[in-house]
Nanobody, 115 residues
Framework: VQLQASGGDLVQPGGSLRLSCAAS????????MGWYRQAPGKEREFVAV???????KYADSVKGRSTISRDNAKNTLYLQMNSLKPDDTAVYYC??????????WGQGTQVTVSS
């Protein structure tokens, strides 16, 4: 499985972005997919996850402002982020947890929230 993240951009506080993560390869081997982010000088942190049956979980920092979804027909994972704050500035990484326990990571996409 390979993952290609996109959609990062420079946005003003209060703006919105939709990140995408296109998966290729043996898609049926994917269990859950999700997003982490890493801000400069900080540890990588969990953002959101969606399981193969559609259950979702969010970090408290983005809950209520973000929606994670999967389009199985397009093999694509999304993260819709609204009411963006400067603290949301980070490189966002998508990942896929495979059924064999291996975690595949995408290359990251930069989100910058600034006026």
């Amino acid at each position: 499985v390979q993952l290609q993240a996109s959609g990062g951009d420079l946005v003003q506080p209060g703006g919105s972005l939709r990140l995408s993560c296109a998966a290729s390869g043996i898609i049926s081997s994917i269990n859950e997919m999700g997003w982490y982010r890493q801000a400069p000088g900080k540890e990588r942190e969990f953002v959101a996850v969606i399981t193969s049956v559609g259950n979702t979980k969010y970090a408290d920092s983005v809950k209520g402002r973000s929606t994670i979804s999967r389009d199985n027909a397009k093999n694509t994972l999304y993260l819709q982020m609204n009411s963006l704050k400067p603290d949301d500035t980070a490189v966002y990484y998508c990942y896929a947890l495979l059924r064999n326990g291996y975690t595949q990571w995408g290359q990251g996409t930069q989100v910058t929230v600034s006026s």
